[in-house]
């Protein structure tokens, strides 16, 4: 059983998403924003929690880590580069390190721009991103350069379409919306916002979300797009300059 058939969305704080998913005999969560709903899917399902990965340090991607490690005894996982930053580690990962859980192995990257220090988890068919590639968009550069941020993203290049991108909120519609002001006419995107508008009003998640989604209407991997180019004033100039330009448009969209 692959992690994409046993992954479960878990909503937290307003618009925060923890991930859960069980592999053979371990039992994981990614980031914990508050420990009430992880804990209480946790009850639900009958799972004990072995593992929690953390992407970085961000208050809302933490701050529910102690109490849920009182309650279960898990092991926390995280870099090795952020440890000053996050809650107690057992086990400090370093980019090009494997992390097994249970039956599945994970690849930890290095995806700093949001912040530095940022790593996220590539399982086979899930990739937990927290927030640098996101569902229609990326983080907000609080410490790292679009330069930096679009090298991470370029990580995820040579990954199938049908990965699963599981970033940590519940942005999609105000990212699309953005995404669509650069390409009007774009298709993918104009039906991507419909079926997330109807997804969020059955108060379903949009995320996670395929990556071959992502490829046709995230503005930040699309910064080689002509049209890209040309909605950012960019033609012409590399794909650095583009996606640096769409960044600061986002900024204050």
């Known amino acids: 059983m692959t992690v994409a058939r046993t992954l479960f969305t878990v909503p937290c704080l307003k618009d ?40 970085h340090h961000h208050d809302d991607h933490i701050q529910g880590v102690a109490e849920v490690v009182q309650a279960t005894g898990a092991d926390v996982w995280g870099a090795a580069a952020d440890v000053h930053r996050l809650p107690p580690l057992d086990h400090a990962v370093s980019p090009g390190d494997v992390v097994v859980i249970g039956e599945e192995e994970a690849q930890v990257i290095d995806v700093s721009g949001h912040t530095m220090g940022h790593v996220a988890y590539l399982f086979d068919g899930v ?43 519940e942005y999609t519609l105000n990212n699309l919306a953005f995404a669509r002001s650069l390409e009007p006419d774009n298709g993918d995107i104009i039906s ?40 950012t004033g960019t033609t012409g100039q590399s794909d650095d300059a583009t996606f640096a330009a769409a960044r600061r448009a986002k900024d204050a969209f």
């Open 16 to 55: 925060n998403y923890a991930f859960l998913f069980r592999s053979g005999d371990r039992v994981a969560v990614v980031d914990v924003p508050e420990a009430g709903p992880v804990l209480a899917a946790l009850k639900d399902k009958g799972w004990q929690l072995t593992d929690i990965l953390l992407t």
């Open 127 to 169: 990739a937990f991103t927290g927030d640098s590639l996101m569902a229609a968009g990326c983080g907000r550069l609080f410490e790292g350069t679009a330069e930096r941020m679009l090298a991470s993203l370029r990580q995820f290049a040579d990954l199938s379409d049908d990965t699963l991108i599981a970033s940590g909120h």
């Open 192 to 231: 991507r916002i419909a079926e997330t508008e109807a997804a969020r009003a059955k108060d379903l998640p949009s995320v996670p979300s395929a990556l071959g989604l992502e490829r046709n209407t995230n503005p930040f991997l699309r910064a080689h797009v002509p049209d890209l180019k040309d909605a």
